[in-house]
């Protein structure tokens, strides 16, 4: 099944089909609308940047700036955007640049910055109507959102979209369906049996291809989700901190170890009425000597409530 080309980008109004509806894979596509109701909308990136053969440019910038919206519960290829961007520190294109990326000189030349860019893009989600907060954005391998994009708005003190700290590198959900190895993104379309239309590194002809690609997983039923972030896990809480805020009682004035005894009087009592049991660990182990609190109503069974303290 042929992908679209930027050439042929009208048509990425339309709704991707099925190459056999008749397949169990249909059958998948079927279930689309319930599966992904996390997302209303992916958007599928693939950034081209200054560049020069076999040696590193610094600071890489990005020349190209394309996406492809793409509807989560039909994977229908809504829409698609490009612009050009300006390069700020190495503004005339190597040769081997243009020759990879098919980008002219006059074309970066004609291009706006990184922070207009943005909010260009920021534009054309809104005229599509796609929320923010209902989409995901899609990429092949990670270098787009993890280094690129961040790097290039860390070093212009640009501050991006929250929406592209989160992302879902196609990759991840490709091998899980078709197996681990080393392919490139051309290669891994031909693999899924679609024919790669456009131009390998034109970063819009990517983005599309990338977008026929996620369509042809979703309709295997391949699962699409959120595979790398930018943003920072929670931090941990530690277990005797919680039992403390769930299990002290309102009334709490121990009165705590002395010289590593425990003190046998308390003016505390527990959930079930009784007198809070004061003690000392005495396993052998890290824990020894620190004393605690804890139900006083022991049966054969343990306590009959939850309460528990460690000593401050």
Known sequence: MPCLSSSSAAA???????ADPASRGAMAWQQLSSRTREFDHFVVI???ATCERNSKIYPQEIIEFPAVL???ATGGLVASFRTYVKPRHHPRLTAFCSELTGIQQEQVDGGVDLATALA???AWLAAAGASKNRLAVVTWGDWDCRTMLESECNFKGLTKPA????WINLRIPFEAAFGAGRRNLQEAVREAGLQWSGRLHCGLDDALNTACLLAELMRRGVPISITGSLVPPPPEQKPEVQLQQQLLPANHNFRWCVGGAAATDCCCYCYCGVAVR?????TPGPMQGRCFFSCGNWTPLGPMCPIFLWAA
């Not at 929406?163 to 989160?166: A, K, P, S, V």
């Not at 004061?278 to 005495?282: E, G, Y």
């Open 163 to 166: 929406y592209f700290d989160r």
């Open 46 to 48: 693939d950034f081209e």
């Open 12 to 18: 990425a109004a339309a709704p991707f089909q099925p």
């Open 70 to 72: 793409v509807d989560a």
């Open 278 to 282: 004061a003690d000392v660990v005495t």
């Open 120 to 122: 260009m893009h920021d």
